[in-house]
């Protein structure tokens, strides 16, 4: 329940899809609705996450006009008709809308629908302003929709000082971590699930991610390649993307087929963070890490890069060990060293589940949301322009 105790009536927008954003967006919709508030989600498809029918939760979708003298459909229009319709018929106090474009351009369009005063809360995810505030034809756009929303948060310092960097932005930006929940997210006994991929004697490391230029997959298959001189281990990736033709070309250069096993999209992602020994993440950019922090709190430290957000959530020597973009051989090395050292091992998985408990804990995460939603229902709208 919000800190006023008012159960609120929320309508929320996000890529419904697989995505970083998505998944959040999902499981603070499930969990607000757990707290007792009434939760819409309004979207073309119903967020994966989402799953089986969940009390206070409802979804709401977008249809998009095929009328003949559109060349392309207005997605973008219809979302906003839809968010307007929503709102009154359910007498939203608000929309916490997930990416700046076109999501909060559209919530932005929709509070003109409704007569009622409707308050907008956005959130920055990373590529709304890693990428596309980078585009001059959208950087208006993206500016409009953060600074007409009544509240905007991101999802770590990096991205707050890296939009106020890019953009004109005439408001304060409030930092909320992404956050994993303790019920899903924890070490999972799966010794003999493990059997059917590895040996005892093998150590396994794993990528997950939508393999992207931005997640620099061939540094992974790099990396790898290193450790495997120096122990037996295996390489286990999870997801699909463009830069995986090039990784499976890699690795048969490399002579490594035998040892990198894919896995294709999995949903059950707990269960299979936890066969893994360690977690690479050498990403170019990465506004928070998301899989970093299911991978903490499943007890896997992570071998990544100093980008974006990653050091807020990766604390170096405690709970995994980072390295500047590129630099491979130091990550090699700093996972074979956690692999061949037992008790070091044993002190960092300790630290990524206390951390992950106590710093990203998805109550905690809520409810500074609530604190928000709070604190934008007794303000005024955002300042004209």
Same mark, same amino acid.
């Given at each position: 329940m919000s800190q006023a105790g008012k159960h609120l009536k929320i309508g929320i927008t996000c890529y419904p899809s697989l995505g970083g954003s998505g998944v959040v967006a999902t499981e603070l919709g499930k969990r607000l609705a757990e707290r007792g508030h009434q939760v819409h989600f309004i979207a073309n498809s119903i967020p994966f996450r989402l799953g089986q029918f969940?009390?206070?939760?409802?979804?709401?979708?977008?249809?998009?006009?095929?009328? %003949?003298?559109?060349?392309?459909?207005? %997605?973008?229009?219809?979302?906003?008709?839809?968010?307007?319709q929503v709102a009154k018929a359910q007498q939203l106090d608000l929309l916490h809308v997930h990416y700046a474009v076109p999501h909060a351009v559209c919530a932005y369009l929709a509070k003109q629908m409704v007569p009622d005063e409707l308050k907008v809360v956005t959130t920055l995810h990373g590529t709304d302003i890693t990428v596309l505030a980078q585009d001059e034809s959208l950087k208006d756009l993206i500016q409009l929709a953060i600074n007409k929303s009544d509240a905007v948060t991101a999802v770590s310092n990096d991205l707050i000082r890296e939009t106020h960097e890019?953009?004109?932005?005439?408001?304060?930006?409030?930092?909320? %971590?992404?956050?994993?929940?303790? *019920?899903? %997210?924890?070490?999972?006994?799966?010794?003999? /699930?493990?059997?059917?991929y590895v040996s005892d004697q093998e150590k396994v490391l794993m990528h997950i991610s939508n393999f992207?230029?931005?997640?620099?997959?061939?540094?992974?298959?790099?990396?790898?390649?290193?450790? +495997? *001189?120096?122990?037996?281990?295996? /390489?286990i990736l999870v997801g699909e993307g463009p830069d995986l033709p090039k990784i499976q070309c890699k690795i048969q250069e490399l002579g490594l087929s035998e040892k990198v096993l894919f896995l294709g999209k999995q949903?059950?992602? #707990?269960?299979?963070?936890?066969?893994?020994? /360690?977690?690479?993440?050498?990403?170019?950019?990465?506004?928070?890490?998301?899989?970093? /922090? !299911? #991978?903490?709190?499943?007890?896997?430290?992570?071998?990544?890069?100093?980008?974006?957000?990653?050091? !807020?959530?990766?604390l170096h020597? +405690?709970?995994?060990?980072?390295?500047?973009?590129?630099?491979?051989? +130091?990550?090699?090395?700093? #996972?074979? *060293?956690?692999l061949t050292d037992d008790e070091l091992m044993n002190k960092f998985k300790k630290a990524c589940l206390e951390r992950a408990s106590v710093n990203f804990n998805i109550d905690k995460i809520t409810e500074q949301y609530e604190r928000i939603y709070e604190r934008v229902l007794t303000q005024k709208s955002a300042s004209i322009l």
């Open positions: 969940h009390k206070n939760v409802f979804y709401h979708e977008v249809e998009v006009n095929d009328y %003949y003298v559109f060349r392309y459909p207005p %997605y973008d229009l219809s979302l906003a008709t839809k968010m307007a890019l953009l004109d932005i005439t408001r304060d930006i409030d930092l909320t %971590y992404n956050f994993v929940d303790e *019920r899903v %997210y924890y070490p999972r006994e799966v010794s003999s /699930l493990r059997r059917d992207r230029p931005v997640k620099r997959t061939l540094d992974v298959i790099n990396v790898f390649a290193k450790v +495997q *001189r120096e122990l037996p281990a295996k /390489l949903d059950d992602v #707990a269960q299979v963070i936890s066969m893994a020994d /360690l977690l690479l993440l050498p990403s170019e950019k990465e506004s928070f890490g998301l899989v970093a /922090l !299911e #991978a903490m709190a499943c007890g896997v430290p992570t071998i990544g890069s100093t980008a974006g957000g990653i050091p !807020e959530l990766v020597g +405690q709970t995994g060990m980072l390295s500047p973009i590129g630099d491979t051989e +130091q990550m090699a090395k700093d #996972a074979v *060293r956690l």
